[in-house]
């Protein structure tokens, strides 16, 4: 179904600190908007997204899939709960998270 770990999504209250912390970390970001700041680590993206992941209560790993609707119908049958409906964030790019039985979120991509 995947093809792979995409990236992690660290939801922040205060995005400049978030900056400076990550930026000592990872250097300068590629993106840095205030809705999003993203850096390339290796061919891995790290984000910082104020308000992100709402209701999660921590950073999320997006797995790139062919089509997240699709993998949330077939994670759902599997077991998963929806934590956050399917939509598209912009430039075509669609996410989705669910959880585990044990409630630990798994993030899915189509980007």
């Avoid at 300068?28 to 790290?46: K, L, R, S």
Wanted: no cysteine; aromatic share 8%; proline share 7%.
């Amino acid at each position: 179904m995947t093809t792979g770990a995409y990236s992690v999504v660290y939801p922040v209250t205060d995005l400049d600190a978030a900056k400076t912390l990550y930026g000592a970390l990872l250097g300068e970001p590629h993106t840095d908007m205030p809705y999003y700041v993203g850096y390339n680590v290796n061919g891995f993206e790290i984000g910082l997204a104020p308000g992100a992941n709402q209701g999660v209560g921590g950073p999320v790993t997006y797995w790139r899939v062919p089509d997240v609707a699709a993998a949330v119908a077939e994670l759902d049958a599997a077991g998963a709960s929806v934590l956050r409906d399917t939509g598209d964030v912009g430039g075509g790019t669609v996410l989705a998270i669910v959880a585990d039985p044990e409630g630990n979120p798994i993030g899915l991509i189509q980007a």
